[in-house]
């Protein structure tokens, strides 16, 4: 009985203990830091709200592009590897919250001892079960676990930020593609073109009415053409290689959608406030969960400068004779006297990473707010060569038709059709480029600004 009332003060006092060291904490709580956030961005866009509010597929009107997206956000590798790493942070957050309950375990042993003093044989035989439980001073196992937890959200986040990265190379590399088949499909007329030219040539030089130099520039011409052919032809290859990878395939041809000329077109584009991309973008959002978590392990070195306490139990019984039990509780506290200030400086050192990570959060929204500035004037710019460029085109055609006509009637010499007829040519190739190149830099804002993404309530909620 006394024993019984022993076991059970002991009881008490030790939870009594572990009540009052769990109510103390070390460390500091993290805290968003104070940026440096401008007002509103530089360039002249609607403010109100944001293009990155939107799913990425209502920018998109080509079908066979958003089953191209649809198929890499699954199948490309890159994605797959970031889905298995939110997986394994999962998992360790599993293994963080076991630490917040007993340890359960078991033994058994068996013997049989002979000497020469007692006839026969002396068996031993039992087994038992062995309980411990580490009470969590200074709050050291919470922290740990919030430490799992910041980085499953920061798994999250990259997670986000792949798939973002993805969906605008995708469409990028596809739009390329568009561009590259609407220049094959201009170097062929040319080159179709130049030849009916040559032919002509060709003729009145067998008739003797132009000389072998027109003749020779007539065929450098079609062999221009025909160059242009070849190299675009490349290109066309390669980039359907390219996205096959992000496909997650093999290199293959590529289904073609919508013309170039029928792709995506916004004509006004809002990006709402510069603050919001510290919580939109997730690139940012990850390096401030990453800067969490590494705050909080803070809180854990130094709560190892401190002592510990670990409750234990164990009971058992011997299998030969079964009436004999036994049990055994205990505590144990374990802490630091001399380490010759080396729990210290593990503690500076993790101070140390969390400057290191404050500030590679700092240069993430730098280069967002860069970025989103790069977008937005290349937006501006690229729209307006387009229509440059495309006016450039009409009058090098219109020159090179008048051209032609005042050759034939004897009016120019042949170098300034072949002159016109190369800019006209240039026109038709840059004039594609530069619509490509407005589309792409829609894209490329469209991923600056957070590519849809935006904080979810119920994280932001759990990592207050």
């Known amino acids: 009985m006394k024993t019984k009332l022993k076991y059970g003060l002991l009881l008490i006092l030790l939870?009594?203990?572990?009540?009052q060291l769990e109510s103390c904490k070390v460390g500091e709580d993290y805290e968003r830091q104070k940026m440096n956030v401008p007002e509103v961005f530089s360039q002249d866009f609607p403010k109100d709200s944001s293009i990155s509010n939107l799913p990425w597929w209502k920018l998109f009107n080509d079908s066979i592009l958003v089953d191209l997206i649809d198929t890499a956000l699954v199948n490309n590798k890159s994605i797959q590897v970031a889905i298995s790493r939110i997986q394994e942070s999962q998992l360790q957050i599993d293994i963080a919250k076991a630490d917040y309950y007993p340890f359960i375990?078991?033994?058994?042993?068996?013997?049989s001892l002979a000497n020469s003093e007692v006839s026969g044989l002396s068996n031993q035989a039992g087994g038992g079960v062995?309980?411990?439980?580490t009470v969590d001073l200074w709050q050291k196992i919470k922290?740990?676990?919030?430490?799992?937890?910041?980085?499953?959200f920061a798994t999250e986040e990259a997670y986000k930020s792949l798939n973002v990265s993805?969906?605008?190379a995708v469409a990028s590399a596809y739009v390329s593609l568009r561009d590259i088949d609407n220049r094959m499909i201009i170097s062929e007329k040319t080159a179709?073109?130049?030849?009916?030219?040559?032919?002509?040539?060709?003729?009145?030089?067998n008739a003797g009415f132009i000389s072998e130099v027109d003749l020779s520039q007539a065929k450098i011409q079609v062999s221009e053409a025909k160059t242009a052919l070849e190299i675009f032809n490349r290109s066309r290859v390669q980039i359907e290689n390219a996205i096959s990878v992000l496909l997650g395939t093999a290199p293959r041809s590529i289904p073609r959608g919508l013309p170039l000329f029928d792709q995506i077109s916004v004509p006004e584009i809002p990006v709402g406030l510069p603050s919001a991309l510290l919580d939109r973008r997730p690139d940012i959002v990850q390096a401030e969960r990453r800067l969490h978590a590494q705050t909080l392990r803070i809180g854990v070195a130094e709560a190892l400068k401190y002592p510990s306490l670990t409750l234990s139990l164990d009971m058992g019984a011997q299998l030969v004779n079964?009436?004999?039990?036994?049990a055994d509780l205990g505590a144990q506290l374990l802490g630091p006297i001399f380490n010759a200030g080396k729990l210290q400086r593990n503690v500076e050192v993790e101070e140390a990473r969390t400057r290191q990570l404050l500030l590679d959060y700092e240069r993430s929204y730098l280069f967002a707010l860069q970025e989103v500035e790069d977008a937005m004037i290349a937006v501006q710019t690229y729209r307006r060569e387009y229509n440059l460029r495309n006016e450039q085109m009409l009058m090098s055609t219109k020159a090179s038709q008048l051209a032609w006509v005042r050759y034939d009637g004897g009016l120019t010499s042949y170098l300034e059709v072949l002159n016109l007829q190369t800019s006209q040519f240039n026109a038709e190739l840059r004039a594609s480029e530069a619509f490509k190149n407005q589309i792409t830099s829609i894209i490329s804002l469209y991923q600056a600004l957070g590519g849809g993404w935006s904080?979810?309530?119920?994280?932001?909620k759990e990592s207050n």
């Open 143 to 152: 922290t740990m676990n919030k430490i799992a937890l910041q980085n499953y």
């Open 192 to 205: 179709n073109n130049f030849q009916e030219n040559l032919d002509v040539m060709q003729a009145r030089f």
């Open 130 to 133: 062995n309980v411990s439980y």
């Open 455 to 460: 904080e979810d309530p119920e994280n932001n």
């Open 166 to 168: 993805i969906v605008s």
């Open 15 to 19: 939870g009594f203990l572990s009540l």
């Open 105 to 111: 375990g078991y033994n058994g042993y068996g013997s």
């Open 322 to 326: 079964p009436s004999f039990l036994f």
